[in-house]
């Protein structure tokens, strides 16, 4: 922390406050009606009334002095949701961010892993925990997603975005040896309707909405395959259980190098800083960019000062020479941080997109 501060005990503030407000009012009965209400020796009632307008100044100076002192943060540890299992995306990036944002910060970060429900277990126990800062959750675009599908009781406008820090392309990939480009497992998909597997990380993910796009624009009729993480996916594809896969590049980034796996195309128009040499789906022609953002949130009504320091501290770890080695050159992430205003008209835009994709595709929104 960049100084030190001391802890407000509630009671103590309420104390001060009912007690500085009973002298008050007898400092000022007695200065205007001195003779009615007491009758004491004048040099007692002297000293009182220097006693009860001390405690004037000094509550008027503590009440001023609160703020000061609310910005006592952070003064203990900071919890993470974390919205996967155990080295997940989500679990990767997050838990390595944080290492190096005790060092930069000075506090401790403890991680915690709340998999399940598309994210929505994460998202929910974050907004049962206490609205002060000290519990905050790691986000894709499940936070915007999850709540259109499923009828939570909650959607992302119950929590106050900190700020997006990273991004990821999608990467469409096979076995080696089974097709040497994206337009060969097309040209089957036409051939035999409805008989090619494609494996997503669930229904209504980015994933499957990749799938989907590619299908509306080619008029493809594929099998989507749904796991319960990006992990079955690629274990099914190694295993030739499923013919074709869709991933975060940095979940087969390995087995791509080991050349167990072939990736045929990412999303967007931008190549991946970890394949830059996959071609993408814009340079084929397809308008087809659905990036996996990552970032926090913490719930809504966190004091804004709160939401603020975190988001100015995060910015300064993003540009550490350590961030910068562990998470864009070895994970091979993109950067892509908005706070603020910006991320509030991000997520609006995201929302208002993903919800008419979600439609087209037949799904209920809610």
């Known amino acids: 922390m960049d100084t030190l501060h001391f802890a407000i005990d509630r009671k103590f503030v309420y104390f001060i406050i009912t007690h500085a407000w009973a002298g008050i009012t007898a ?20 000293a009182r009334n220097y006693r009860q307008l001390l405690s004037m100044i000094f509550c008027f100076v503590f009440l001023l002095s609160l703020p000061v002192m609310a ?28 290492s190096i944002a005790e060092k930069h910060m000075g506090v401790s970060f403890v991680g915690i892993n709340k998999p399940g429900g598309s994210s929505a277990v994460a998202f929910a126990y974050t907004l049962q925990q206490p609205h002060d800062g000290y519990t905050l959750s790691t986000v894709t675009p499940n936070y915007i997603i999850t709540p259109l599908r499923q009828k939570l009781g909650f959607n992302y ?8 820090i990273l ?21 089957e998909a036409k051939a035999k309707p409805g008989t090619q597997t494609w494996g997503t990380y669930g229904t209504g993910t980015d994933e499957h909405i990749i799938m989907h796009l590619l299908e509306e624009a080619e008029g493809l009729q594929l099998q989507q395959v749904a796991y319960g993480g990006s992990g079955e996916v690629v274990t099914a594809v190694l295993g030739g259980h499923i013919k074709v896969g869709v991933a975060k590049p940095s979940l087969v980034l390995g087995q791509i190098e080991a050349g167990l796996l072939k990736p045929l195309a990412v999303d967007g128009h931008d190549r991946a800083t970890s394949l830059p040499d996959v071609p993408t789906l814009g340079e084929m022609g397809y308008d087809i960019d659905i990036p996996t953002w990552r970032g926090l949130v913490v719930p809504k009504g966190t004091p804004r000062e709160r939401v603020e320091y975190l988001a100015a501290k995060f910015e300064e770890v993003t540009r550490l020479p350590e961030f910068q080695e562990k998470l864009i050159k070895t994970l091979k992430y993109d950067v892509m941080f908005i706070k603020g205003e910006e991320l509030d008209q991000f997520l609006d835009r995201e929302n208002e997109k993903l919800k008419a994709i979600l439609e087209e595709m037949g799904i209920e929104t809610h």
């Open 27 to 46: 400092f000022f009965v007695k200065l205007l009606w001195p003779g009615k209400t007491y009758v004491r020796e004048e040099i007692n009632m002297k």
């Open 71 to 98: 910005a006592d943060f952070p003064s203990k540890p900071i919890t993470f949701s974390i919205d996967g299992s155990p080295g997940g995306g989500s679990d990767t990036w997050s838990r390595l961010f944080f």
């Open 157 to 164: 406008k119950d929590f106050t975005p900190v700020a997006l």
């Open 167 to 187: 991004n990821e392309k999608k990467v469409i990939f096979v076995q080696p040896g089974t097709y040497e480009t994206l337009q060969d497992v097309i040209a």
